[in-house]
């Protein structure tokens, strides 16, 4: 049985991405954006990814895993290469929520236990954080 875990549509191009779980492997097909023919497919290297998410230049597709594999975002390239794994450890649930900044400079990470990373797209690395744990502002 395949399960649908996610989808969203590339920006400027209008590729549909659907992420689907079969028993035992997450996947990710791009279709074209007329007539919904497979145009790339590939496997992810997850224990049960939760949800994908275009750059806003359609450029990288983030998507992320589960709580049970800790703390886990992978970034692709549109055509399907692994450009970088982010990994951290967690104490708490893992990886809540995931959105790009709009004008898609930060890849933002929300983890169960209410803290956030913001990762840099031109490395995606961590920076700097203005939002102290206590959810106010520092000046930086």
């Excluded at 779980?21 to 954006?33: E, F, G, L, P």
């Excluded at 939760?50 to 750059?55: A, D, H, N, P, Y």
């Excluded at 450029?59 to 692994?82: E, F, M, N, P, Q």
């Amino acid at each position: 049985m395949t399960v649908v875990a996610g989808y969203g549509y590339r920006p400027c191009t209008a590729h549909f991405a659907l992420l689907t779980r079969s028993s035992t492997h997450d996947v990710i097909s791009v279709h074209q954006h007329t007539s919904y023919k497979l145009a790339s497919s590939f496997t992810l290297p997850t224990l049960d990814a939760q949800g994908l998410k275009w750059s806003p230049c359609g450029r990288w597709i983030a998507v992320w895993d589960s709580a049970v594999s800790g703390y886990k975002v992978l970034v692709y390239t549109a055509d399907g290469h692994l450009y970088r794994t982010y990994e951290k450890r967690c104490d708490g649930l893992g990886v809540k929520s995931v959105e790009w900044s709009p004008g898609g400079d930060f890849l933002t990470i929300g983890s169960s236990d209410g803290r956030l990373a913001f990762l840099s797209n031109y490395t995606f690395s961590p920076v700097p954080s203005p939002v102290t744990v206590d959810g106010s502002i520092t000046k930086l």
